[in-house]
């Protein structure tokens, strides 16, 4: 983070990069810290009743002035900027709070598409055809969402309690597959099967023992073995439901095959593995990447499709991989990242079309956590510097933007 000096409000001068010691609903700038353009801001800062900001050399175009002074400026012009300026703040808070009830929205079709998850997996085995169809409406809903226009967004979701992590995982893996087989040109019949598929796609891990799964240590090889056999145990679970399609069966016995022949558990190579296999197989490595398994330490977003780039060229569908960290982005929802204005956010959305320019929530020690506010950088000139681990942030940063354990997305408007 950049070092800052306290300097007189006296000084200041147009280039000079400074922090206000302001609440933010205080002043009527967007931002607690800004590089100054012009001298009328300077007034209105000195009218803000404070003696002292901070400024950050390394960020700023012009030094302190050596002498005190008081540029006179027109009353009026400075009272209709103040005015001006008002206004463009209420619209950004009105602008944020619309951004709020989108992502709360969001959020809360996620939480049902939970529940329907919990529900048709505890009636596969009693009441298959319920589960089947429950999950063919949710696939439908979904599909729905996503071929219904172009302001499609990408939202980061809440961390998942230790019960829900496979209902989250295999959600991940259906929508993110489902948004790949759209900008893949699929079919809507091929989108909604590749979601069906993914939906489904680890339920054979129910029938592998939860000390096993939950399992803090290094597995023996015995229990590693076990484990390998889950997608082939998914298919044996499936066999209960007559209507769920044959067509969805491979991808999910195959969703850990490698191209070269090193997945498993039957070691396939590439001309054994279909395109819905192919693809699955992309994407639930990246969420293994991200979210951890019991060989993999969990990675940020980022980092996660840099490893899919380079470290599964032999592995994985090249066309896939490369489609797919086009789509997410360089700063998926997840990645923690530095703004242009010195400020460091944690991303949690991004407009499908903008993939540069995310909707972020921006750390601030001025404003309470529970109140910091979501920006949407295309809205403000600001852009993404560069993306970090969440291990080079500050302590006081990394618990007021507090990056997510498990990295889960939804899509929506």
Known sequence: MSQSEKVSVQLLQVGMFIRLPASWKDHPFLFNSFKIKDTAQIQLIKRLGIKEVFYVREKSDAKPAQANGDEQIDRQALSDLKSEMDKQKNELIEKQQQLKRRFKKTEQKFDRSLSMMRSMTSKISSRPLNAVNEAKELINNLTDILVSGEDLALHLMADAKPGDVIYHHALNVSMLSMLMAKELDWPREKIELIGLGALFHDIGKFKIPSNILRKKASLTDAEQNLLKQHPLMSINFLKLADSFPDEAKPMIANHHEFLDGSGYPQGLKQEALDEPSQLLTVVNEFDALCNGTHHIKAKTPSTALGQLYKNYKTKLNNEYV??????????????????????????????????????????????????????????????????????????????????????TYAFGK
């Open 322 to 407: 490369g489609k797919f960290i086009k789509k997410l982005g360089v700063y998926p929802p997840g990645s923690v990242v530095e703004l242009s204005n010195g400020q460091f956010a944690l991303v949690i959305t991004v407009n499908l079309q903008q993939i540069l320019l995310p909707d972020v929530i921006a750390y601030d020690p001025l404003v309470p956590k529970e109140q910091a506010p979501i920006i949407s950088l295309q809205d403000h000139g600001l852009k993404v510097v560069r993306s970090l681990p969440p291990s080079g942030l500050p302590e006081k940063v990394m618990k007021y933007l507090n990056p997510r354990t498990n990295v």
